[in-house]
């Protein structure tokens, strides 16, 4: 049997809306090819294995499961997406 993809994160549905959105906006609009194809292919992931489920608070949420690989690859387009808004402000 195989094993499920290591990463786990359990987000609420308004989080995963978010997410969603950023990662549709760098498949449609970022400049990079390759960027545009791998937001693609985790959009097609998340919303193909994305488990919706009630958490103990009854709000709604998504659980995703990813491999490492996939899960650096969802952080980079977060961070890319994040470049227009923030400058760092000191090294660290």
């Not at 400049?31 to 985790?42: N, S, T």
């Amino acid at each position: 049997m195989a094993s499920l993809p290591p990463v786990m994160l359990d987000t609420h549905e308004d989080w995963f809306n978010l997410l969603m959105t950023v990662l549709h906006q760098q498949a449609e609009q970022n400049p990079y090819e390759e960027y545009r194809e791998m937001a693609q292919k985790l959009i097609d992931q998340f919303m193909r294995y994305g488990r919706p489920f009630v958490d103990s608070d009854h709000a709604p949420c998504v659980a995703l499961r990813m491999y490492p690989k996939e899960a650096g690859n969802t952080i980079w387009l977060l961070l890319l997406s994040l470049c227009n808004y923030y400058d760092p402000d000191k090294d660290y």
